[in-house]
């Protein structure tokens, strides 16, 4: 089968060092399915091992932790969708039966096991799930992973209700955009920060209800405070200088939630902390029960008069253009998911 490799990693140059090569073709083991992959999805984590920014890397490996395509075949003893199904893949490998922590050694698909970048692919039955009617291949394979980092941060810790506003700093980062999406579902009020004023207007018309500029802004934290005296619950995964302004500007009793740091480690006021009775909660993924809970979210009942989310998708590169693709998400310029046509 064809499929993206990365063979070595810089710190500089890691998106240039993604090809396109000729692989052995996987086989389902026991209580494994082997799905043919037709549309995969970047996540940042990609680009970080393509830098050498991600623990325990091992090469050559196959990235990528979001796919869809169909059930081409079980393994012995694997029970799911029977083969031509359309799947998505949930990307936790091993959560352990405890929902509020996974296991030590639980994974996330795509290094070191083989990921969603390639033509087949074979994982756990367990993992597999029909995919959501109502959306194409390119809608469903923006989903697993930034979907269920984001239900999970939002609702199963941050226990997002329609009385919280909520602010989403960097709205354009793909976990983020899902975040806008379950928190408007939610029925909450919700704050957005963005470096572009066009990815602000994007997240307007997705149900945004305040956005601010943080760079032409620079003393945003003073914006967001403005609107009902805070946010009750944030959601960041940009961390550094970002999180602790965030943190500063949360309304007493609020919930702060975070999943990244892409800005780096982040200083805390304890004053703010103590003084308004916060709660800091980390999060990172989501359990089997967050991803099928995550991805109901996507196929409203008949009925049920629920309008169907939509996830945001910026671009769609051909396998061949992976180079371009991971430039992109390096760069930061997207608004929502990049993707890859892996099938026809
Ligand atoms: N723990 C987990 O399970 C988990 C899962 C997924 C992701 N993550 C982490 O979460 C982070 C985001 O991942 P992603 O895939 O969504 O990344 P991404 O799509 O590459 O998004 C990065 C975004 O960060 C925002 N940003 C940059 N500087 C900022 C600043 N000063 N203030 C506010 N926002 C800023 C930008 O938003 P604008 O373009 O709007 O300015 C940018 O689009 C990464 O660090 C990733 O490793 C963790």
């Known amino acids: 089968m064809r499929a993206v490799r990365l063979h070595e990693i810089d710190r500089e140059s890691g998106p240039q060092h993604f090809r396109v090569e000729q692989v052995d073709d996987p086989v389902p083991g026991p209580g494994e399915t082997l799905v043919k992959i037709a549309r995969a999805a970047f996540n940042r984590r990609d680009v970080f091992i393509s830098q050498g920014l991600y623990p325990g890397i091992q090469l050559p490996c196959i990235p990528g932790s979001d796919g869809v395509g169909t059930v081409a075949a079980h393994g012995e003893g694997a029970q799911g969708p029977p083969p031509g199904t359309r799947v998505v893949i949930d990307p936790t490998l091993g959560w352990g039966d405890d929902q509020r922590i996974w296991r030590r050694t639980a994974q996330v698909l795509g290094m070191p096991h083989q990921g969603t970048f390639a033509e087949y692919i074979a994982v756990p039955a367990e993992n597999v799930h029909p995919a959501p009617a109502s959306l194409s291949d390119d809608e469903a394979a923006a989903i697993p992973l930034a979907g269920v980092t984001a239900y999970r941060a939002l609702v199963s810790r941050g226990g997002c209700t329609k009385d919280d506003v909520v602010l989403i700093p960097g709205v354009g980062s793909g976990v983020q955009t899902f975040v806008l999406l379950f928190a408007k579902k ?123 989310l939509k996830p945001a998708v910026d671009k769609v590169y051909p396998m061949d253009d992976v180079v371009a693709a991971a430039e992109s998400v390096d760069k930061g310029a997207q608004f929502g998911k990049v993707l890859l046509a892996i099938g026809p």
């Open 186 to 308: 939610i029925g909450a009020k919700v704050i957005v920060t963005s470096s572009s004023d066009e990815k602000l207007e994007r997240a307007k018309q997705l149900g945004a209800d305040v956005a601010i500029n943080y760079k032409t802004s620079e003393k945003w934290e003073k914006d967001v405070a403005a609107v009902d005296g805070g946010p009750s619950l944030v959601v960041d995964s940009a961390g550094g200088d970002t999180f602790f302004r965030a943190v500063n500007v949360t309304r007493y009793g609020g919930r702060v939630v975070v999943y990244g740091g892409t800005l780096g480690d982040a200083k805390l006021r304890p004053f703010s902390l103590f003084w308004k009775q916060l709660d800091i909660m980390g999060s990172s993924m989501g359990s089997p029960r967050d991803f099928a809970e995550m991805l109901a979210q996507f196929d409203p009942s008949p009925g049920s008069g629920q309008a169907t």
